[in-house]
């Protein structure tokens, strides 16, 4: 869209680059031919840069998402409680966010925390498993599913600590909306974008294994501590006034934008006109043209299907040559 144009193009990365590789169709081919033709690349977390080829990693920025607006009046630090405190969750119900495990974790705690509740907003295809993991829970009646959450700011100033159990993230917002609550937040040491934003020990836990007892040993000392959770989520709030500031991170983006638009006529797309197979970049970018205009309904070009395919046409040639000879 943009070749010919002389419109800069920024490629912003909205997920763990790695992670989004690995498990969806995207490959590293695609992504390269992409990164090829910006004239900047936008990541949201550092640690996203080393996964950049060394030929475009001096066109990379990297600017964090802002953290969502929790109203005063909401906020945890502003809520009453009564006898019962809240563990909170709220995302998809699918693999990658894993509630299934903190149900696990919640069960090896509940004996000991009577006063605890877990309540679980969202949906997603997990919905039904987790139902029937529930019902099977002995704790069951202390484990709620709440469906959609259309008020997030109450949800977040009824809880007392928040959970995301996500195998792999990009940026998650939620999380900056329940630190911005002042609440204690909890997640796997292993999963990118978690961890880089979860300061172990300062906003939040980070549990060392993605496993439902590891989970179960993160939660524990902020289920038994309530100055405690009121210290990291005073940290949490702190860190996101200081450096997820809406005004400041909007700022960037508009110098960004306004740099980006001094390229305009002379992009890096524009030059893919000329001597197309002259240096490694332009290079890529046929390889992308190729990819943007291929038959979607046919395997990508040299991946295992396609190769089989070609070597059965093959042999059906042969064959056909040979019966219409005899």
């Not at 309530?226 to 949490?236: F, W």
């Not at 390889?287 to 046409?313: H, K, M, V």
Request: glycine share 6%; proline share 6%.
């Amino acid at each position: 869209v943009c070749m010919g144009s002389g419109i800069p193009f920024i490629c912003s990365e909205r997920c763990s680059p790695v992670e989004y590789i690995t498990r969806t169709g995207w490959n590293h081919a695609g992504r390269n031919a992409v990164l090829s033709g910006a004239d900047c690349i936008h990541e949201l977390l550092p640690v996203y840069l080393d996964s950049l080829p060394a030929w475009c990693q001096n066109k990379a920025v990297v600017i964090p998402n802002v953290a969502p607006e929790i109203s005063p009046s909401h906020s945890a630090a502003a809520q009453t409680h009564g006898d019962t405190n809240i563990l909170l969750y709220l995302a998809r119900f699918d693999e990658q966010k894993r509630p299934d495990l903190l149900i696990d974790a919640f069960d090896l705690l509940a004996s000991d925390f009577p006063q605890w509740d877990l309540h679980l907003y969202g949906h997603g295809p997990k919905e039904q498993a987790l139902s029937a993991q529930i019902a099977k829970s002995p704790h069951k009646t202390k484990i709620l599913l709440q469906g959609l959450c259309t008020d997030t700011t109450r949800a977040y100033a009824k809880a007392d600590i928040f959970c995301l159990p996500s195998t792999f993230e990009g940026f998650p917002n939620v999380l900056l909306e329940a630190m911005n609550a002042s609440l204690p937040v909890v997640g796997f040491r292993d999963c990118e974008g978690v961890r880089d934003v979860v300061r172990n020990g300062t906003t939040g836990c980070l549990a060392d294994s993605i496993s439902a007892a590891s989970l179960a040993q993160a939660l524990r000392p902020l289920m038994n501590d309530a100055t405690l959770r009121h210290r990291m989520g005073q940290a949490g709030q702190k860190e996101c006034r200081e450096r997820y500031d809406a005004n400041a991170i909007h700022e960037r983006w508009e110098k960004l934008f306004y740099s980006m638009a001094q390229r305009k006529g002379h992009t890096v797309m524009d030059s893919f006109f000329d001597e197309p197979f002259a240096s490694k970049a332009r290079l890529s970018a046929v390889a992308r043209r190729e990819w943007l205009f291929r038959n979607f309904g046919d395997p990508l070009p040299w991946s295992s299907t396609w190769l089989w395919q070609r070597i059965a046409c093959f042999f059906r040639n042969i064959k056909a040559d040979i019966a219409n000879k005899y």
